[in-house]
């Protein structure tokens, strides 16, 4: 088969959920130049490769699938993080039998430096790409992740696959992830053709959606040496408004019990389901008695698998959300006791486990003006005919929508503002200066997290939406290299807003990544 090279892509969501997909090109021996195909990973181990004859040289006469389990995992082989789609892959050589002989990092394409940078922060799908030209060094983030249980095809209505547990990118990231690299490689090349000292790094920065990807990646010191970050995200709207959001903090809680027979000996058993429930309850109950900014919200993920058993196993996931972090860490406290005192009243016993924490997001004006320019200059989006009939069967669909239709040709006016959602870029923006902005990649007021986000991320809107992107994060990213005040006032800003005592420490304090936190096991 000669070689099996990682070009782009990977499906699933968060960190990790096996089995995986993984979009591959295979060079040299037979078929020999540049056909297409896909591989799956599953326990730690490449098992199918399917084939498509798309390259030319392609001698099979059927598209083959073949089956087999390489002796080489692929976290040693480090799969995830090198599926960067911008000059970074893994070759491995298959050899008799089907297996695994030989792999070897390639160091290709836009010149962007690998090896030890394809695995960071403990994270397998985290990684870095860099383009040194000296000078100063500016980070663009670029997210992938997925949400479950929102499948759903590039069409105006719900489809079947929004009802399973299958994951959709309801928040964009796949556009997020793919416009940043488009415009990290537009960079590179701009220093290389205009000599301009500077250095252009590509952060992929998996999990935001509980994930808190980039707090274990800056917690690390992989920012440490960053003179300004960009970051954008996928929306219904153009905008680049200064925005705060709400800090955010997780956790799951583990109530255990005594099972037995419900109805025939039910004294003997003490329910686990009990504990989650009384501890919803309490913290219901505590909700009027909290700051009205704040947010708290959780779902059941374990709660019993038969009614006739008393469960001795229940499960509950909390977010608490706030503006202010010290705010967020005092009221996860107060909804631990409401854990203990449930055991307590239940006799069950309970642990919990943080699962991710989000600073609130520290705007940085001298950014976001200069964002703005850039993004007022390039203009909103225009639909063509196909594009405007499939808006409006969307727009039907909406909820009360805050935009109107029309309004993706439009930049929103410039504004302080606050979102009560939170994001892991949240931490960065205490770190380094930060600067982003939103896109029309969705029908006008679409909500996040929707099937009708799904919708449209997959058509040609949400590709003008991103290639929208890429060109503001292009353009912002020249006038900072070439304009070192940019740099120098937005320190100054930062330097101020953080305040002379402030001292980082993660709200999810020193736990490593949970690597399978959408799992409920």
């Known amino acids: 088969l000669g070689t099996i090279t990682v070009a782009i892509g990977i499906s699933g969501s968060g960190y990790r959920n096996p089995p995986t997909t993984y979009r591959i090109m295979v060079e040299g021996g037979n078929p020999t130049v540049g ?25 099979h006469t059927d598209v083959p699938r073949i089956t087999f389990d390489s002796p080489v995992g692929y976290d040693d082989l480090q799969l995830i993080s090198s599926s960067t789609g911008i000059g970074a892959s893994v070759t491995v050589d298959v050899g008799a039998g089907l297996s695994i002989s030989s792999f070897k990092l390639n160091n290709i394409g836009y010149g962007f430096t690998q090896g030890e940078q394809l695995r960071i922060a403990g994270i397998p799908t985290a990684f870095i790409a860099e383009y040194n030209n000296g000078g100063p060094v500016l980070g663009i983030l670029g997210e992938f992740d997925a949400l479950p249980g929102l499948s759903q095809q590039n069409v105006p209505f719900k489809t079947a696959e929004g009802l399973s547990s ?5 928040c964009g990231h796949h556009l997020f992830g793919a416009a940043s690299a488009w415009a990290v490689v537009a960079i590179k090349e701009w220093l290389e053709e205009s000599g301009t000292p500077g250095t252009i790094r590509f952060y992929g920065t998996p999990a935001e959606e509980g994930g808190s990807g980039k707090v274990y990646i800056a917690r690390d010191g992989y920012f440490d040496d960053v003179d300004i970050v960009l970051h954008w995200h996928p929306a219904s709207g153009n905008s680049a408004d200064a925005q705060s959001s709400n800090s955010n903090k997780s956790g799951k809680f583990t109530f255990s019990g005594i099972a037995a027979h419900a109805a025939s000996a039910p004294e003997k058993g003490r329910s686990a389901l009990d504990g989650v429930e009384a501890m919803n309850m309490m913290v219901n109950m505590m909700r009027e008695h909290i700051p009205q900014e704040s947010r708290i919200h959780y779902v059941i993920t374990k709660g019993g698998l038969a009614p006739n058993v008393v469960p001795d196993e229940a499960e509950v996931y909390y977010y608490v959300r706030h503006p202010r972090m010290n705010v967020v860490d005092e009221l996860f406290q107060r909804v631990v006791k409401a854990a203990e005192g449930a055991a307590l009243g239940t006799e069950t016993s309970m642990s919990y486990e943080v699962m991710h924490g989000n600073y609130a997001v520290l705007p940085n004006e001298t950014l976001q003006k200069m964002i703005h320019k850039n993004l007022s200059e390039l203009g909103g989006i225009s639909y063509d005919e196909e594009e405007e009939k499939f808006a409006e069967e969307i727009y039907q669909t909406l909820v009360s929508p805050s935009l109107q239709l029309g309004s993706q ?5 410039y504004a302080v503002t606050h979102t009560y959602g939170s994001t892991d870029v949240g931490d960065l923006t205490w770190l380094v200066p930060t600067g982003g902005f939103r896109t029309a990649t969705w029908v006008p007021g679409t909500p996040a997290h929707s099937w009708k986000a799904v919708a449209s991320g997959g058509t040609s809107i949400g590709l003008k939406g991103a290639k929208l992107a890429a060109e503001v994060l292009t353009n912002s990213a020249k006038d900072i290299f070439l304009d070192p005040k940019i740099i120098e006032d937005s320190k100054k800003e930062l330097k101020m807003k953080q305040g002379e005592d402030f001292s980082y420490y993660p709200l999810l304090g020193d736990r490593s990544p949970p690597l399978e936190y959408r799992l409920n096991k």
Do not use: C, L, R
Request: charge should be negative; avoid cysteine; hydrophobic fraction near 35%.
């Open 35 to 59: 056909s297409a195909g896909t591989f799956t990973v599953e326990g730690g181990h490449i098992k199918d490769v399917f084939m498509s004859p798309v390259g030319t040289g392609y001698t």
């Open 166 to 170: 299958a994951n959709g990118h309801a």
């Open 409 to 413: 040709n439009m930049i929103k006016e």
